[in-house]
């Protein structure tokens, strides 16, 4: 009988479970995590912040799904990993043998050095606990500041705002998340929020965390203005938890490095999810994919490549639906910095023709702000960012997933006075028809 372990039970560690259990129905598997909860939603996490999702509508599996996989699960902290011996220690000093290793510890919330980080009231977004610590002290805090530049420090600030705390929010550069949007974008968002009333503070940094009594009560930006709050969240990214990795020998970068099979260099070991450093064939690169669905669809390959069955895994076009200040807003394949010198950022404003497309599927609408931008490259669409209406978004990831020639409206997309989406859902409606035709 094999003997499957898997170190995390996030999407990545239960989705190869799913997959092992799919090929090998009499296996052991073990599944161990350092969270007792176990697996819970962690993009849900926003909308329980914002009170929108109880907290049992994080879970996305019953107990009777996981009694169908025949788990034993473990709740656990792993100390290290012995791979000649094939072999697992927890923190315990208890040993686990295993034929097959995958390692899914996930990533964890950086960190920021400095004396009073430790004190109640700083708070990060990494788990369900941290989300009940925000929580919690929103209904005793009036004020509070949150530090980061992407998608988790909006979340924290949304939910803050939604629970009446008075926010502020620090912002390193000049902008909102700008190595992702462009300057319209960022200014929609920021005006969206200090709608809300959020206090946008540029180029500020943190200096310094005022104490009192054990727990923070203000802070002192570097430009030396002093603001008082009985919170202080941090969002300024993440890091994988790489730890086990190194001190069994593994190869690392960012992440566990791991081959097109997630396999690492140790040959009974496989890595998915955030930790993974898997190669990307768009940018040629080995990269961290920080996002729910293509952490299930690395657990799935590498748990049928644990089982000896050859999945290679290849990192689709990235299609991420997100909600910034309460504007839903899908990102595209490549649309940051970082691109190509010959691609080109188009921007245009509302066309009606993204409601009436009748093959696309309409997230929400009737929002006060819909932008359309798109990356196109000589011959193809490389990425694309919708915000606001969501009709456009479907027919753009199959554009731009299937590579799709657009050099006959490559002109039209360039003149100025053109809308954006009329071009695109037109020439979406006559490829689509033609590609049906063509496999029929």
Request: aromatic share 6%; proline share 4%; charged share 20%.
């Amino acid at each position: 009988m094999q003997k499957y372990v898997i170190v995390g039970t996030g999407p990545a560690g239960v989705a190869a479970a799913e997959a092992i259990r799919s090929q090998d129905s009499g296996a052991a598997i073990t599944l161990i995590g350092d969270e007792p909860w176990g697996y819970y939603s962690r993009p849900g996490l926003a909308y329980y912040l914002t009170g929108e999702l109880p907290e049992k509508g994080l879970f996305p599996f019953s107990e009777g799904d996981f009694q169908k996989l025949n788990l034993t699960t473990r709740y656990t902290r792993i100390r290290q990993i012995n791979p000649d011996a094939h072999q697992i220690e927890n923190q315990k000093g208890q040993k686990l043998q295993y034929d097959r290793l995958l390692i899914a510890t996930g990533a964890r919330a950086a960190r920021i050095e400095m004396p009073g980080i430790n004190l109640e009231g700083v708070v990060v977004l990494d788990n369900l606990d941290d989300a009940r610590q925000i929580i919690k002290l929103s209904r005793k805090t009036r004020s509070a500041v949150v530090i980061g530049g992407g998608i988790t420090a909006l979340e924290i600030v949304e939910g803050l705002v939604s629970r009446g705390v008075k926010t502020h929010y620090f912002l390193r550069g000049d902008r909102y998340w700008s190595n992702v949007l462009d300057e319209t974008e960022s200014r929609i968002v920021e005006s969206r929020l200090r709608h809300e009333g959020v206090q946008i503070h540029y180029h500020t940094e943190l200096a310094e965390i005022i104490e009192k009594r054990g727990r923070v009560a203000g802070v002192i930006t570097q430009n030396g203005e002093q603001i008082k709050c009985k919170t202080l969240a941090v969002a300024i990214g993440i890091q994988p938890r790489i730890e086990l990795a190194v001190k069994a020998g593994l190869q690392t970068s960012r992440g566990i490095l791991v081959n097109e099979y997630l396999q690492t260099n140790s040959p009974d070991i496989f890595a998915a999810g955030d930790v993974a450093q898997v190669y990307d064939p768009y940018s040629g690169k080995s990269v961290v994919d920080s996002l729910w669905g293509p952490a299930r669809l690395q657990g799935h390959a590498a748990g049928l490549n644990m089982t000896g069955i050859a999945t290679p895994y290849s990192k689709a076009v990235p299609f991420n639906v997100t909600r910034l200040a309460g504007l839903t807003t899908t990102i595209i394949g490549t649309v940051g910095r970082g691109s190509d010198l010959d691609l080109m950022g188009i921007a245009r404003g509302d066309s009606e023709t993204w409601r009436q497309l009748p093959d696309a599927i309409a997230a929400q609408s009737d929002f006060d702000v819909n932008r359309l931008r798109i990356m196109v490259g000589t011959e193809h669409l490389i990425g694309a960012i919708v915000m606001g209406d969501q009709t456009l978004s479907q027919p753009l990831y199959q554009l731009i997933l299937n590579r799709v020639n657009i050099s006959p409206i490559c002109d039209n997309l360039l003149n100025p006075n053109v809308l954006l989406g009329d071009i695109i859902s037109n020439f979406w409606a006559q490829w689509s028809s033609q590609n049906a035709q063509s496999t029929k």
